[in-house]
């Protein structure tokens, strides 16, 4: 398994504000991805980010309003910019291993949007 | 498209019940089915399911995997209030880790 942290790990933001969310894992890791919980749903991927590369996108999240850098293998950080109540989302990192077919997950970050 | 369902969708238990959850899917190129404990913000990971009829173990809780039927199951016997969480059914096939619902156990003492 792997160790990772996030930063932050709650905020209350105005609308039209930007967040960025820190990643971190204590090993090198190929892959890591950021995911998104709204209120009473389940785990939405929004992106796989790829290292010194752009990250690749899913269908529904483009980058101009969630930017995610992966400077190295073992940190990532996700931006969530010009921000509006329908935000407001637990937003989880995960390391995959075994070739992404078992990953991790962080400890989320609560975001409100108020 | 790759879809999980979960079942049920909640569950009230006494302590010292067992409960069986139940996930069938359908998936582009299976890799692997994992199943994963929700309590506060952060998933936290019980099985990886490669193999079709190997059960996985670990203290109270198993899980088996069904490659031809499409669906695994997640048995809790003896529960506790500890148990008490969501827990999430995902897959990973051609694009990555797809999450079912999840199922909402209660664990009442």
């Known amino acids: 398994s792997a160790v990772i942290s996030q930063k932050p790990s709650r905020d209350i933001c105005q609308r039209g504000t930007s967040l960025t969310i820190q990643c971190q894992v204590d090993?090198?890791?190929?892959?890591m991805f950021w995911y998104r919980q709204q209120p009473g749903q389940s785990l939405t991927l929004i992106a796989t980010?790829?290292?010194?590369?752009?990250?690749?996108?899913e269908s529904g999240f483009v980058i101009d309003k969630f930017p995610i850098s992966r400077p190295n293998l073992t940190f990532s950080t996700l931006t969530v910019s010009n921000m509006s109540p329908e935000d407001s989302s637990i937003y989880l990192c995960?390391?995959?291993?075994?070739?992404?077919?078992?990953?991790?997950f962080g400890p989320g970050t609560r975001l409100t949007v108020t | 498209e790759d879809k999980v369902v979960q079942s049920p969708l909640s569950l009230v238990v006494h302590e010292g019940d067992t409960v069986t959850l139940n996930c069938s899917y359908e998936?582009?190129?299976?890799?692997?089915l994992l199943w994963y404990k929700q309590e506060k913000k952060a998933p936290t990971f019980l099985f990886m399911l490669?193999?079709?009829?190997i059960e996985k173990k670990s203290g109270r809780l198993s899980s088996i995997l069904d490659k031809k039927e499409l669906f695994s199951i997640l048995n809790i016997t003896a529960t506790q209030t500890g148990d008490s969480a969501i827990y999430l059914c995902?897959?990973?096939?051609?694009?990555?880790?797809?999450f079912g619902t999840g199922t909402r156990l209660t664990v009442i003492p």
């Open positions: 995960s390391v995959g291993l075994q070739g992404a077919r078992e990953q991790y």
């Open positions: 090993s090198q890791v190929t892959m």
């Open positions: 980010a790829n290292q010194g590369s752009e990250a690749t996108y």
């Open positions: 998936v582009t190129n299976f890799r692997s």
């Open positions: 490669t193999s079709s009829g």
């Open positions: 995902a897959i990973t096939g051609a694009n990555n880790l797809f």
